[in-house]
């Protein structure tokens, strides 16, 4: 009796290997083809512009582009014109010179008066040695500069001597107006009560008025050191020393007289004699 060959083994081995292969064809589709997750349509209720409801939203978020501008309706706005360009400063006038002399009597006599002078006056030599006016008297020279504003301003010469001890006529400031070419000249009456020194300042400022808007400024232009000696005779004033002296011119004459020694001895001998 022939014995028929056992084929379940054959066969289990057949349904292993068909198996296996399919396994190993699924696991490879897998990986080649990604898995599609079901993409949400957007309903009536959603916006389209936002994610469906339950879905993660991403956590980087798209920079959003910078607006442009729009057009305004209205009239057209010419463009800004080119600057201009800035006028160049005017060049500043060229500084006056001029030349200011004190004169003022170093000595005087208690009692008595006289003159301080003060001249502003055009320095076009640039001389500083200029005379007294008066024998005697001290005389002092320098030259100042002074701003030709005379277009634009109304220049003021103020002058004002500070003296203590001493009588000042006029007292306070005193003023002339400064014109271009012209000088200036201020004069003052001292006189000194009593005998002693005596050392003040002559001030000169100058005073711009704008002819345009009126502003007023101030500008110190010289403080000249007067110093003054006053005397007196035996202690006498100048008036009682005129006195004196006018007495003495006459004695000195009368007794000057030709013959006057031998009238007088003539007259006392006659009074001498008896009746």
């Not at 290997?17 to 083809?33: N, P």
């Not at 160049?88 to 006289?114: H, K, M, N």
């Not at 009682?240 to 006057?260: D, E, K, N, Y």
């Amino acid at each position: 009796m022939t014995r028929r060959p056992n084929l379940v083994p054959f066969l289990a081995a057949l349904v292993l290997m068909t198996v296996s292969l399919a396994c190993l064809l699924g696991a490879g589709s897998s990986e080649i083809q990604p898995t599609l997750a079901p993409v949400a349509v957007p309903t009536q209720e959603e916006s389209p512009g936002e994610p469906p409801i339950g879905q993660p939203t991403s956590a980087v978020e798209e920079p959003t582009p910078p607006a442009q501008p729009t057009a305004v309706d209205g009239p057209d706005i010419p463009p800004p014109e080119p600057a201009q360009p800035t006028p160049p400063a005017p060049v500043p006038a060229i500084p006056e010179r001029r030349r200011l002399t004190l004169e003022f009597p170093p000595v005087i006599r208690a009692g008595d008066a006289d003159l301080i002078r003060l001249t502003l006056e055009l320095d076009a030599q640039g001389n500083l040695t200029p005379t007294a006016q008066i024998e005697g008297n001290q005389v002092i020279g320098e030259v100042v500069e002074i701003p030709n504003l005379y277009e634009t301003h109304h220049v003021t010469a103020e002058a004002r001597l500070d003296l203590a001890g001493v009588e000042v006529i006029p007292p306070g400031t005193i003023s002339s107006p400064l014109l271009p070419g012209q000088s200036v000249t201020f004069y003052w009456s001292i006189s000194p009560r009593e005998a002693g020194s005596f050392r003040g300042t002559l001030w000169l400022h100058l005073l711009f008025v704008d002819k345009a808007s009126g502003e007023e400024s101030r500008r110190a232009v010289s403080a000249q050191t007067v110093e003054i000696e006053s005397t007196n005779l035996f202690g006498f004033s100048g008036n009682s020393a005129r006195t004196l002296g006018v007495i003495g011119s006459v004695v000195g004459t009368v007794t000057g007289i030709p013959f006057l020694q031998d009238i007088l001895k003539f007259f006392w001998k006659r009074r001498r004699k008896p009746a």
